[in-house]
């Protein structure tokens, strides 16, 4: 693959994937009014309909292990791009919102989001090793992902105001159809049969299990990323007990998605030398910051720690996530890294649910701002406890240069 084309696989698969997000705060929408879930209620839901994010492994093995037609990257995604587009089609041809329905299609269409985002980043931990550029592609892949937040950002929020939500997940389904498109930038080379492909995947994901600093980045990838004050109890902190309107939260979106964008270009500039100190910094300076959630409280000061916070935040995670490709196996590099990217998720998963329930309880006995006060206490110290796994990852030397 011609250097300057795998760019543009990774500039379009992550545009659609981002243009997406035109339908998230819709969703929260739907879940809260037209399927009338309360906070507890919509955190159960999204743990449900996000579970594939959380067994990401388990497609990776598709993309590692079952070639077709030679190749082990462009026919998965475009099969699977397709999925995405029935997934909200059929959601979209719902006549009436019924809980059982809405769970099943949002559970189909993130199958097909989990895999695509799998093979794409089989590809990146593939041609990044090859080249010593694992952190430039993944500071280009989230860099335009944050990019889209531009438009998605006030764009949700206008739809979830003005649009009716068949039209919004109408809109939704053609973006997967530009992550089927951009297998044509995948020039992969034939594999071996099904015997000599599965049989190198083993080896390198077997040796990973007896990898202990592959754990220890599993588990500070985590802890890192518990964060309980946002998700679902953020949303309705936002909503109800701040009052804040859909197209101002989708403003937020907005600002942290050009935030984002130059949080990635940051580290990308940073990692000249390597990623291990902004990993200690995502530590020593991510656990201060999460305490200045205690003044979101107004329009001012939430932009100013939105936009903070998805600076300092995109490039922390970029240095887990690099840490993360760097220690991929060849053979096993989708199952490897979707194993920690499903980390990832199960600890959003895990914070958002605690998140939804603890506020529900504590906003209703001790206020809303006591209970995103608390929240925040659990999210840093979470990020204060993967310093130990992180000093482990990196070796002892590392971690105290």
């Known amino acids: ?136 592609y993944q500071a280009v892949q989230i860099g335009v ?53 599965a049989a190198r995947g083993w080896k390198g994901l077997s040796g990973m299990f007896l990898d202990t600093k592959a754990w220890a980045v599993a588990l500070g990838i985590f802890l890192w990323s518990f964060c309980p004050f946002l998700g679902t109890a953020q949303f309705y902190y936002q909503s109800e007990a701040l009052k804040l309107s859909p197209i101002f939260i989708g403003g937020l979106s907005t600002a942290g998605g050009l935030a984002g964008m130059a949080g990635a270009a940051l580290f990308a500039r940073l990692t000249g030398g390597g990623t291990d100190k902004v990993a200690r910094a995502s530590i020593w300076i991510g656990a201060p910051l999460s305490l200045l959630y205690l003044f979101y409280r107004g329009p001012l000061s939430i932009v100013i720690l939105t936009l903070l916070f998805s600076l300092t935040g995109v490039v922390f995670r970029l240095a887990w996530m690099d840490l993360a490709a760097k220690s991929c196996p060849d053979g096993a590099e989708a199952t490897v890294f979707a194993a920690y990217m499903a980390v990832f998720n199960i600890a959003a998963s895990a914070s958002n ?46 971690a105290r240069a």
């Not at 250097?3 to 994937?17: E, G, H």
């Not at 950002?153 to 053609?174: D, E, N, P």
């Not at 206020?367 to 406890?385: D, Q, W």
């Open 353 to 398: 649910t605690l998140g939804g329930a603890l506020y529900e309880r504590l906003a209703g006995s001790h206020g809303p701002y006591a209970a995103m006060v608390l929240l925040s206490l659990v999210g840093t110290a979470g990020t204060l406890a993967a310093w130990p796994c992180l000093r482990w990852a990196l070796g002892n030397d590392a």
């Open 145 to 197: 992902l944050y990019a889209t937040l531009v438009v998605t950002g006030f764009g949700g929020g206008w739809l979830a105001q003005h649009a009716s939500y068949r039209k919004v997940f109408l809109l939704a389904a053609l973006f997967p159809v530009l992550t089927a498109l951009s297998a044509l930038w995948v020039d992969e080379a034939g594999v071996g049969d099904l015997k000599e492909t």
């Open 1 to 136: 693959m011609k250097r300057d084309r795998i760019y543009l696989f990774f500039a379009i698969n992550y545009f659609a994937q981002g243009m997406g997000g035109l339908a998230y705060e819709p969703v929260s929408y739907y879940l809260k009014d037209a399927l009338g879930l309360g906070p507890a209620q919509a955190a159960a839901f999204v743990a449900w309909m996000t579970l594939p994010l959380t067994i990401k492994p388990l497609f990776g093995l598709l993309t590692d292990f079952l070639p077709w037609a030679g190749k082990r990257r462009g026919p998965h995604l475009v099969a699977v791009s397709l999925v995405t587009s029935l997934g909200w089609l059929l959601l979209a041809g719902l006549k009436s919102p019924r809980y059982g329905a809405a769970l099943l299609l949002l559970v189909l269409v993130n199958v097909g989001f989990v895999l695509s985002d799998v093979v794409c980043d089989g590809v990146m931990v593939e041609r990044g090793k090859e080249r010593g550029l694992t952190g430039k």
